[in-house]
């Protein structure tokens, strides 16, 4: 199981640390994601840490202002969120799979089955 925490009302500019911890193997998850879900839209990859892989990925919306990091002896993985936008208002879920995607695959919500219950960010002009 996931638990995504860390969300709340910042002004632009600001900054916010999103937790998700994980209960059971969560050490051998292969894949470990944030996503965000803004109203009226879809749900979009943000950033994800997959096995294998030489560092993070992340959405080009994102990159150079939020980093992903995983704790894999505290379970816990984290999304560094900095110089907010207005545009980063969503629902942030983090997601996870222990076999790991394919690369080009970790970013798709299609990729994931373990889901966490989301958290609000609200990013105010």
């Known amino acids: 199981q996931l638990q995504a925490s860390g969300g709340g009302l910042v002004q632009a500019g600001g900054q916010l640390r999103l937790s998700c911890a994980a209960s059971g193997f969560a050490s051998d998850y292969g894949s470990v994601a944030w996503f965000r879900q803004a109203p009226g839209k879809e749900r979009e990859g943000v950033a994800c840490?997959?096995?294998?892989?030489?560092?993070?990925t992340y959405a080009d919306s994102v990159k150079g202002r939020f980093t992903v990091s995983r704790d894999k002896v505290k379970n816990t993985m984290y999304l560094q969120m900095n110089s907010l936008k207005p545009e980063d208002t969503a629902v942030y879920y983090c997601?996870?799979?222990?076999?790991?995607?394919?690369?080009?695959?970790?970013?798709?919500?299609?990729?994931?089955?373990?889901w966490g219950q989301g958290t609000l960010v609200t990013v105010s002009s």
């Open positions: 840490i997959r096995s294998g892989s030489p560092g993070p």
């Open positions: 997601a996870a799979r222990f076999n790991r995607p394919l690369s080009y695959m970790c970013l798709d919500t299609s990729s994931y089955v373990n």
